[in-house]
Antibody, heavy 120, light 107 residues
């Protein structure tokens, strides 16, 4: 079955850029949407954005000015870039396979998550 | 942006029924999904399209959605069901929106 694995630095300095990668294994990256979701300590899940395998993206309006999601289908990877981070961006970051459309609007496969701390 | 409200906590005795609500404006017009998140784990999809169960999810998990309230029901709750549960819908601005989560305690 499809598995997702997040990777990237666990510590980022304030004002710098957070970059994470999600690798898809056990299945295809095509014909699906792929999301990033984060969860600050003790808080709710927050959807960051998604990318379709073709490259089309949609972002959470609250983060849109600082975020970009990219896809590399040849490597079966998609990436998150978040600029100008602050302590408020400290969270567990998850990647997830997303459904948009007739199959519903939900995320059916999740990675284990990776903790990112923003601190100097 | 679309908002949904969940009770912070629900307590249930083993074997009894737990009901978790998710309220939002005309939420019955939207598809709702529910996720279970055990302590220290990633979310697990337990219901989608209001009441459909993914493969491997026990039948004791069921759902309904009408008017301003969507409900996740756990019938015959087991100790392993103790977790945080999040509702999720598709907002009018075509974005995913999560509720604040409900902590289910099995006493």
């Amino acid at each position: 079955q499809v598995q997702l694995e997040e990777s990237g630095p666990g510590l980022v300095k304030p004002s710098e850029t957070l970059s994470l990668t999600c690798t898809v294994s056990g299945g295809s990256i095509t014909n699906y949407y792929w999301s990033w979701v984060r969860q600050p300590p003790g808080e709710r899940l927050e959807w960051i954005g998604y990318i379709f395998y073709s490259g089309n993206t949609k972002y959470n309006p609250s983060l849109e000015s600082r975020v970009a999601i990219l896809v590399d289908t040849s490597k079966k990877q998609f990436s998150l870039v978040l600029n100008s981070v602050t302590a408020a961006d400290t969270a567990v970051y998850y990647c997830a396979r997303s459904n948009v459309g007739r199959s519903g609007y939900h995320m059916d496969v999740w990675g284990n998550g990776t903790t990112v701390t923003v601190s100097s | 942006s679309y908002e949904m409200t969940q009770p912070p906590s629900v307590s249930v005795s083993p074997g009894q029924t737990a009901s978790i609500t998710c309220t939002g404006d005309q939420i019955g017009d939207k598809y709702v999904a529910w996720y279970q998140q055990r302590s220290g784990q990633s979310p697990l999809l337990v219901l989608y399209q209001d009441n459909k169960r993914p493969s491997g999810i026990p039948e004791r998990f069921s759902g309904s959605n009408s008017g301003n309230t969507a409900t996740l029901t756990i019938t015959g709750t087991q100790p392993m069901d103790e977790a945080d549960y999040y509702c999720q819908a598709w907002g009018s601005d075509t974005t995913y929106v999560f509720g604040a989560g409900t902590k289910v305690t099995v006493l």
